[in-house]
């Protein structure tokens, strides 16, 4: 195809040449060319590339050409599965990809990239070397119980090292999603009595009117979500309805769907009128440690106090005052929670669900590797299947197809 189209000599490995593209004796542009013979390529095989120009008629001709030739228009996530089906990669490493190529903040361009490079494949891989050598043990003890060079209770060696890999995948599993929240985003919701300010502060945080603020109460029934990005990782800031008792079907119904917001959230931020003592103390705020209080209208109201388990910022989601202190106190929580450590984090469910299948696998073979080697082994095994499903060294197609179909056409 590539000789066909650029004609003859091909170009030299991996450099780029000008070359007229012709098919049936017409030309269809003037473009660069490269040419990767495998397994030097991105997906291990041989692959061209044609640099042409962007015109709709260039890319039509060039479409009709190469069909005749016998191509097709590649699948979503094609060419990164043929990479992972030659060795090129490995399933963890193209996730990784995907979301680099989906990536919108800094934060979520960092974790892909880190998993792109391999730091997900070195810790799941590292497992699985481990747990081999400890199957080893115990299948030794199985498989040579008599012989001397075998010493007894061989099996009751694998303990200690079974102990400190379940200690490790509980130590990863323990995050609290960040990494799957640095993919998704944060969720905060605004939670407070009606009238309390929530949809100007909305609007404030937005920089936007993206809520519809009036002096009714009740105004906000459906949630009204925006969508921010806070200390380079992405949060969705979402308006509910305000609590308060009700007997109108509409705002019930809104009011419990801001319950079930707030109760989600990985944050709330309760809004009460400084302007208003008495509703403060029966706003019945659902917050928590690690939320936020915020007492908005002091430019009509003096700042309140609330017996409530996290910090508060006065504001006037009216003039702006003190907005930016409330911005600071979210882009430094969201930063605390989401930003990179050490040892690399579970980026999606899948993940999450291989490493605690593994780490239940190995509580049961450790309770019985002195009792019955023979199952703690069939434990092990299973633990070491599950950290083949996360690197994709065995073959389950509905994974494969799962994580591929999410690619865009073309990658």
């Given at each position: 195809?590539?000789?066909?189209?650029?004609?003859?000599?091909?170009?030299?490995?991996?450099?780029?040449?000008?070359?007229?593209?012709?098919?049936?004796?017409?030309?269809?542009?003037?473009?660069?060319?490269?040419?990767?013979?495998?397994?030097?390529?991105?997906?291990?095989?041989?692959?061209?590339?044609?640099?042409?120009?962007?015109?709709?008629?260039?890319?039509?001709?060039?479409?009709?050409?190469?069909?005749?030739?016998?191509?097709?228009?590649?699948?979503?996530?094609?060419?990164?599965?043929?990479?992972?089906?030659?060795?090129?990669?490995?399933?963890?490493?193209?996730?990784?990809?995907a979301d680099l190529i989906?990536?919108?903040?800094?934060?979520?361009?960092?974790?892909?990239?880190?998993?792109?490079?391999?730091?997900?494949?070195?810790?799941?891989?590292?497992?699985?070397?481990?747990?081999?050598?400890?199957?080893?043990?115990?299948?030794?003890?199985?498989?040579?119980?008599?012989?001397?060079?075998?010493?007894?209770?061989?099996?009751?060696?694998?303990?200690?090292?079974?102990?400190?890999?379940?200690?490790?995948?509980?130590?990863?599993?323990?995050?609290?999603?960040?990494?799957?929240?640095?993919?998704?985003?944060?969720?905060?919701?605004?939670?407070?009595?009606?009238?309390?300010?929530?949809?100007?502060?909305?609007?404030?945080?937005?920089?936007?009117?993206?809520?519809?603020?009036?002096?009714?109460?009740?105004?906000?029934?459906?949630?009204?979500?925006?969508?921010?990005?806070?200390?380079?990782?992405?949060?969705?800031?979402?308006?509910?309805?305000?609590?308060?008792?009700?007997?109108?079907?509409?705002?019930?119904?809104?009011?419990?769907?801001a319950l079930a917001r707030?109760?989600?959230?990985?944050?709330?931020?309760?809004?009460?009128?400084?302007?208003?003592?008495?509703?403060?103390?029966?706003?019945?705020?659902?917050?928590?440690?690690?939320?936020?209080?915020?007492?908005?209208?002091?430019?009509?109201?003096?700042?309140?106090?609330?017996?409530?388990?996290?910090?508060?910022?006065?504001?006037?989601?009216?003039?702006?005052?003190?907005?930016?202190?409330?911005?600071?106190?979210?882009?430094?929580?969201?930063?605390?929670?989401?930003?990179?450590?050490?040892?690399?984090?579970?980026?999606?469910?899948?993940?999450?669900?291989?490493?605690?299948?593994?780490?239940?696998?190995?509580?049961?073979?450790?309770?019985?590797?002195?009792?019955?080697?023979?199952?703690?082994?069939?434990?092990?095994?299973?633990?070491?299947?599950?950290?083949?499903?996360?690197?994709?060294?065995?073959?389950?197609?509905?994974?494969?197809?799962?994580?591929?179909?999410?690619?865009?056409?073309?990658?």
């Amino acid at each position: 195809m590539l000789d066909a189209l650029a004609g003859e000599p091909r170009p030299a490995p991996r450099s780029a040449a000008l070359r007229a593209l012709r098919h049936d004796g017409q030309l269809i542009d003037r473009a660069l060319v490269l040419w990767f013979p495998a397994p030097g390529s991105f997906t291990g095989e041989d692959v061209a590339e044609f640099h042409i120009h962007g015109g709709p008629a260039v890319i039509d001709a060039m479409m009709d050409a190469l069909m005749a030739l016998g191509g097709r228009p590649a699948d979503p996530g094609e060419f990164t599965r043929r990479a992972f089906e030659h060795g090129k990669m490995d399933l963890t490493e193209a996730e990784g990809l995907a979301d680099l190529i989906d990536a919108e903040t800094e934060g979520q361009r960092l974790q892909a990239l880190s998993q792109m490079s391999g730091a997900l494949k070195d810790l799941y891989e590292g497992w699985r070397e481990r747990l081999i050598t400890i199957l080893a043990a115990i299948e030794g003890e199985i498989d040579f119980p008599d012989e001397d060079d075998v010493p007894d209770a061989l099996a009751s060696t694998a303990g200690p090292p079974l102990e400190a890999l379940i200690l490790e995948m509980g130590a990863h599993l323990e995050d609290a999603h960040r990494g799957e929240r640095v993919r998704d985003g944060l969720s905060i919701a605004l939670i407070g009595a009606p009238n309390a300010g929530k949809s100007s502060l909305l609007n404030r945080l937005a920089r936007r009117e993206a809520a519809i603020v009036t002096d009714i109460p009740g105004t906000t029934r459906d949630i009204v979500e925006v969508r921010l990005v806070l200390a380079g990782f992405p949060v969705t800031l979402a308006d509910t309805a305000g609590l308060r008792e009700s007997a109108e079907i509409v705002e019930s119904e809104g009011i419990r769907r801001a319950l079930a917001r707030a109760e989600e959230a990985d944050i709330r931020i309760g809004v009460v009128d400084s302007s208003d003592v008495s509703r403060n103390q029966e706003s019945g705020l659902p917050l928590r440690e690690g939320d936020l209080l915020v007492f908005n209208k002091t430019d009509i109201g003096a700042p309140q106090t609330l017996t409530l388990p996290c910090e508060s910022r006065s504001v006037s989601a009216r003039t702006g005052a003190g907005i930016d202190a409330v911005e600071a106190w979210l882009e430094e929580t969201v930063r605390t929670r989401l930003s990179a450590r050490e040892a690399p984090a579970l980026s999606r469910a899948r993940h999450r669900r291989a490493v605690t299948e593994g780490r239940e696998a190995l509580r049961r073979g450790l309770d019985m590797v002195s009792r019955a080697p023979e199952l703690a082994g069939e434990d092990v095994r299973l633990a070491i299947r599950a950290m083949e499903s996360l690197t994709g060294r065995i073959d389950v197609e509905d994974i494969l197809d799962r994580v591929f179909s999410q690619f865009c056409i073309g990658k």
